[in-house]
């Protein structure tokens, strides 16, 4: 997608005429796992009588006026703050079908267990009965799972326990729930998120539209080559150990049930720190094509430290009269 000179922000749905007539800034922060989509705007509520219910969902598309825009999904407001001089109005929104009132009681703690099952059939069960249409990626689909225990804690947060241990991601998109390999989340129409190229001007000064900062974290505590997982063999009473990869190694604590769930977890916790053992931060111009769980290509005119194929964490994208259309990155390395 080619970029633009003149950026656009559409909005549809409930209170639309309201919020493209009136809207000052807004931001838009899209992350990866069990966080969902945020949108914060600012509206000139100067000569409007009462305050607007905005109540419905609103629909979202950003892009710019020369290449097209992209669509960002729907959205519920779950925030109004009014400010007196100037005249304004703060809203707070949130991926649909989030909301405030969690009819599904989606945060509500529960106790239950499960198994013998798979960890797509586990995935789908969580997440039907809340209203989402779940989507599982085949490298998840047959993960078995014998036995686990969800106590005392909401499907929200077992769900994200979950997808943690096999290095998994979740990810609420609309009406959708996606269970995926990071960076290997797709779109809204199933297609792969498309891989997004950022290139370095040779003139890259503040100031300038198409200026480009960034910063390489790199975090020695992810400095492990290889992963042990510990399994109990109820039959033969004893202890086993699953070792993936090569010296140093990370232990992990927690205990599996058999030697295909623990090599499984092993193997996802090897590929999980492989990417956290680096971590970039990018502020660059707005691309409506970044989103979280993307894969981003840095270029040759990147310096050779930073060259090559990152997996997005987080995006917030901004537009605001001042600074214009600007977009935020966060991304961990690949380990491939």
Not at 308 to 320: C, K, Y
């Amino acid at each position: 997608m080619t970029q633009g000179f003149t950026p656009v922000v559409e909005f549809y749905g409930a209170n639309a005429a309201l919020l493209n007539q009136r809207l000052m800034h807004w931001s838009h922060t899209d992350a990866a796992g069990i966080q969902t989509d945020r949108l914060e705007l600012t509206l000139n509520t100067e000569g409007l009588e009462g305050l607007p219910s905005l109540s419905g969902k609103i629909g979202m598309r950003v892009g710019y006026q020369e290449s097209g825009l992209v669509e960002k999904g729907e959205f519920v407001i779950t925030q109004r703050t009014p400010v007196l001089f100037p005249m304004r109005l703060m809203i707070v929104a949130t991926a649909a079908p989030f909301s405030a009132a969690d009819s599904s009681h989606y945060r509500q703690r529960r106790s239950a267990s499960y198994g013998p099952t798979t960890l797509g059939a586990l995935f789908r069960q969580l997440v039907s009965r809340h209203g989402y249409s779940p989507r599982v990626a085949p490298a998840l689909e047959g993960i078995p799972i014998p036995h686990i225990d969800q106590s005392n804690e909401s499907d929200m947060a077992f769900i994200t326990r979950l997808a943690n241990r096999y290095s998994a991601i979740t990810k609420p998109i609309n009406e959708l729930y996606v269970l995926a390999e990071a960076g290997k989340v797709h779109s809204l129409s199933g297609q792969p998120l498309p891989e997004v190229t950022l290139s370095v001007t040779q003139d890259n000064r503040p100031g300038d539209q198409a200026f480009i900062t960034a910063r390489l974290d790199e975090q020695s505590r992810s400095k492990y080559m290889g992963c042990r997982v510990t399994w109990w063999d109820a039959a033969g009473g004893k202890q086993h150990v699953v070792q993936v990869g090569i010296a140093p190694f990370k232990t992990l604590r927690q205990r599996c049930q058999n030697e295909a769930e623990a090599r499984a977890v092993a193997e996802g916790e090897l590929r999980r720190v492989g990417r956290e053992g680096l971590k970039l931060q990018i502020d660059c111009p707005g691309n409506p094509l970044l989103a979280a769980e993307g894969l981003l290509l840095l270029d040759q005119s990147w310096p050779s430290y930073m060259q090559g194929r990152w997996s997005i964490t987080q995006v917030t994208h901004v537009g605001d009269p001042t600074t214009g259309y600007r977009s935020s990155i966060v991304a961990g390395g690949l380990s491939i």
